[in-house]
C-alpha cells in the first residue's frame, strides 16, 4: 500500500488549496478514503470522508469550506479547501479506510493570517 500526497503550500487566510492524494496497492474504487490532518502538539484529526458510493462527511470545522472528491480512473482523492483559516495550518494525510496502519508522507499546509 503506498498513499503519496501532495498539493501542500503556504497560503494567506481567506485562500485555497487543492489537496492531491494518490494510491497504489489497494482496490481504490472499493475503498472508502479519508483526509486526516495533525498539526503541531496535536493529535490527529479526520477532516474529511468519501465513501465508494461518493457519499461524504466533514468535520465541523472545515463544513462548508473543504469538499472531498475522487477519480477512481486514477486512483486519486483530492481534498479541495477554500476560505483557510490559520487554525487549518497542519501536515494532511490521506488514509484509506481498509488499511488504517498505512500512510503517506503527508503535505504540509501553512495558512498565515
Known amino acids: 500500500v503506498q498513499l503519496v500526497e501532495s498539493g501542500g503550500d503556504l497560503v494567506q487566510a481567506g485562500g485555497s488549496l487543492r489537496l492531491s492524494c494518490t494510491a497504489s496497492?489497494?482496490?481504490?474504487?472499493?475503498?472508502?478514503m479519508d483526509w486526516y490532518r495533525q498539526a503541531p502538539g496535536k493529535q490527529r484529526e479526520l477532516v474529511a470522508m468519501?465513501?465508494?458510493?461518493?457519499?461524504?462527511n466533514y468535520a465541523d470545522s472545515v463544513k462548508g469550506r473543504f469538499t472531498i472528491s475522487r477519480d477512481n480512473a486514477k486512483s486519486t482523492v483530492y481534498l479541495q479547501m477554500n476560505s483557510l483559516k490559520p487554525e487549518d495550518t497542519a501536515v494532511y494525510y490521506c488514509n484509506a479506510y481498509s488499511f488504517p496502519n498505512f500512510w503517506g508522507q503527508g503535505t504540509q499546509v501553512t495558512v498565515s493570517s
Open positions: 496497492g489497494i482496490i481504490f474504487s472499493i475503498d472508502r
Open positions: 468519501i465513501t465508494s458510493g461518493g457519499s461524504t
